[in-house]
């Protein structure tokens, strides 16, 4: 029986760590903690909930039922739970998050030193999807090139703006802007949700156990044991990354505009605290942090599309990278502006699959369960969709009288309800819920 050693492990663990370390992990936490200011603590914590504890669970819930979003939503049936998978895939893959990999990384590590043009952005694309392409059509390799080699050099340049940022602040924390003063967790936790990574934990899963497979271990106790063990020190990884980020942040109000991005936040604060060769630092982890995760879910997406189309593998990462690298070419704010509105919609379907996957493992009849209470999750989830693009009245509805609608969570009471009544109604059919009930 084939057993990973402890180096092999840590290897496994930096390569999930550096699949999950992307664009929005980066520019998000900044502004947030420039935001909140005062709150940053309650901030922070809520924001790791959707962005590290969600992923974690969704990681554990992928590995328990053989590691990919097909067999997570098997108790949707077979069409529902295509239609959620692709919807993923696509979200989390050209349309959205592998584009915005790009655009981050430019903007923040290259425009400091160039001139920012469309023709620049263009060749930058190019040569950057060159480098994704090349790492994702050899997906067996990501261990080595990118957990051994390339999340090493990750860790060291986080590791330096991290100290730096604790030890060396720019200056005193920020006063708590508007919006921040009540309900700073939950403004934290809706604010995860820009990260993508819970969406990114129902595609990384699928890669995180090929890698596993492809070390010669086919043991699934193992492989499940070794994908969890990954998923902390990923975990643990991020929590001390956005921490950081958040704390440089939060003191950094002197040295940026009260809205200022993240990027602008990091770029002023390296170039405060180092002067150009903060810059470059800043711009190798930027890089290096937006290409691995780009080359993740590149590899996610050829695997699954694959499967699913008369396409092999490497025709499929060729297509969805090219694509991927016309989206990009729209802009940053473009992307940000379209992809807040799908992943509000989204978000919240994702997170009660990974739930009702998680606390219903021996029910009987999962169907039973599941597809009501996603039903439910769907109708509300499209209701804040369509608010955050602006269809329709995002204040005056009827869904506006729920608990915690004005923070974007008010599916959370009338999918509890619809739990509950799934659950009453499954235990007065049949007597029972889990397997061998009466």
Known sequence: MKTLKSFDLLALGFMTFALFLGAGNVIFPPSAGLAAGEHMLPTALGFMLTAVGL????LIALARVGGGLAELTTPLGRWPGLVLSVAVYLAIGPLFATPRTTVVSY????????????????????????????????????????GMFITPVLLLGLT???????????????AVSTGYHDGAMLKGFVQGYLTMDTLGALVFGIVITTAIRDRGVSTERLITRYTVMAALVAALGLSLVYLALFYLG??????????ANGGDILAAYVQFRFGTAGSLLLAVVIILACMTTAVGLLTACGEFFSKLLPASYAQVVWVLGLFSMLVANQGLDSLI????????GLYPLAIVLVCLSLVGAGWARPQNIFRPVMLVTLVFGVIDGLKAAGLMAAEGGWSDALPLAGQSLGWLLPVLVALMLAILVEYLRHGGLRRGAS
């Not at 992923?55 to 969704?58: I, Q, Y």
């Not at 400091?112 to 997906?139: E, G, H, M, N, R």
């Open 337 to 344: 502006q379209v992809s807040i509105p799908v992943l509000v």
């Open 107 to 146: 903007e923040l590590g290259l425009v400091p030193f160039v001139q920012d043009t469309w023709l620049t952005l263009l060749c930058y694309s190019v040569l950057y999807f060159a480098a994704v392409i090349f790492l994702a059509l050899k997906p067996g390799q990501l261990v080595q090139r990118v």
């Open 55 to 58: 992923p974690l669970l969704t």
């Open 250 to 259: 939060s003191t950094s109000s002197e040295l940026v505009a009260a809205d």
């Open 160 to 174: 330096l703006l991290g100290l730096a940022a604790v030890l060396f602040p720019a200056g005193e924390m920020a």
